[in-house]
């Protein structure tokens, strides 16, 4: 059975920085797309990161350009998401997701096809 579990959500500062791990157990990811989602309150899910299995191609929403960076230890079977320069209008939960895929598409900043349960991550302004 896939599972993927998120940890180190927390409430911190506007300004501050937090980061976020995913760990996948039940298969290995190693050369899969692995992204972060997140979901505020009141709104619909949205793409936050996304990286390639190699590790070699990411991509990132427009709002967290700059400011988020993901990463991968594909070893470990993990995926990171270094969070800096937070905004309360990163207040969301974020969750970790896994695709079947390897390469990032267009669909992959809609869904994927496995996730996390995801982690709050709040931001006081």
């Known amino acids: 059975q896939v599972q993927l579990v998120e940890s180190g959500g927390g409430l911190v500062q506007a300004g501050g920085s937090l980061r976020l791990s995913c760990a996948a157990s039940?298969?290995?990811?190693?050369?899969?797309?692995m992204a972060w989602f997140r979901q505020a309150p009141g709104k619909e899910r949205e793409f936050v990161a996304a990286?390639?299995?190699?590790?070699?191609?990411?991509y990132y929403a427009d709002s967290v350009k700059g400011r988020f960076t993901i990463s991968r230890d594909s070893a470990k079977n993990t995926v990171s998401l270094q969070m800096n320069s937070l905004k309360g209008e990163d207040t969301a939960v974020y969750f970790c997701?896994?695709?079947?895929?390897?390469?990032?598409?267009?669909?992959?900043?809609?869904?994927?096809?496995?996730w996390g349960k995801g982690t709050l991550v709040t931001v006081s302004s």
């Open positions: 997701a896994a695709d079947s895929n390897r390469y990032f598409s267009e669909r992959a900043r809609r869904t994927m096809d496995y």
């Open positions: 039940g298969r290995t990811f190693s050369r899969n797309l």
């Open positions: 990286i390639t299995g190699s590790g070699g191609s990411t």
